[in-house]
């Protein structure tokens, strides 16, 4: 009734209560078997499956099950001694953390195996950082470093972890945005690319490339040869020095 923390009915003359029109079931197995140990189960009257259903189990386990329109139930999360998983089935589960004051603070997404940090995970990148925050000076991502001596720190490693050879790209960092459609354009780019892959000689180049004219062009090349300017296509580009001892409008090469 209206003045009850808990309450639970149950309408059956039979001196023995089935499991399946329970209010509250409590099932004590078996230790040496393998299903779960203690069960608590709050089930509606038309279901077969427990609507929610917590299950503690003699290693320790106690897991979260849940019934789901598509898939029937499955469990949500589990907390063990040593873990605390979410979605151990592997079900089309996402996963959101909200905070005070915004939502999707972290966003999983199951279907797409993507992660979403301050808004919804997006399909063409495993990890999207929003940064939300209006001030022109806060950073998105920050590495920070503790390390008081002379040890290099922090690092940003982009690393490829598969087979090598000549003119793979490894890496590549976009500085892309909008143009007037609005379309998403990748305005400039660095990049890096192996030359040779032999333990022993090896070479890379580190690219810089760009849009002039609403085409790509490469502005820039250093690799083990030497420094490149104006290397792909031989564009009109000009090459301008300046030098604090001349004028501070015309350059002293060009």
Do not use: C
Not at 30 to 50: E, K, L
């Amino acid at each position: 009734d209206t003045g009850s923390v808990v309450q639970i009915n149950y309408n059956n003359t039979s001196t023995t209560i089935p499991n399946t029109q329970a209010g509250l079931s409590i099932v004590n197995t078996d230790v040496t078997g393998v299903q779960s140990h203690v069960i608590f189960r709050m089930q509606h009257a038309s279901g077969t499956d427990g609507d929610l259903e917590i299950a503690h189990d003699i290693y320790g386990n106690t897991k979260f099950f849940s019934q789901q329109p598509t898939t029937g139930t499955v469990e949500t999360f589990r907390i063990s001694p040593s873990l605390f998983e979410v979605n151990e089935g592997n079900a089309n589960l996402d996963f959101i953390v909200n905070g005070e004051y915004a939502d999707n603070m972290i966003f999983a997404d199951a279907s797409m195996g993507n992660v979403g940090i301050n808004g919804v995970a997006q399909s063409d990148a495993d990890l999207t950082v929003y940064h939300t925050n209006s001030g022109a000076t806060q950073a998105a991502i920050r590495a920070v470093s503790t390390d008081g001596g002379a040890n290099v720190a922090p690092v940003l490693d982009l690393y490829r972890d598969a087979g090598a050879a000549p003119n793979d790209v490894i890496g590549a960092i976009n500085f892309s945005g909008n143009n007037n459609t609005p379309a998403k354009l990748n305005y400039m780019r660095i990049e890096s690319t192996i030359i040779d892959e032999t333990a022993g000689t090896e070479d890379a180049t580190l690219k810089f490339v760009g849009q002039r004219n609403s085409a790509e062009v490469e502005w820039l090349r250093l690799q083990g040869s030497g420094i490149i300017f104006n290397n792909v296509g031989n564009s009109n580009l000009d090459f301008d020095y300046y030098s604090s001892s001349f004028s501070t409008t015309d350059p002293f090469i060009h």
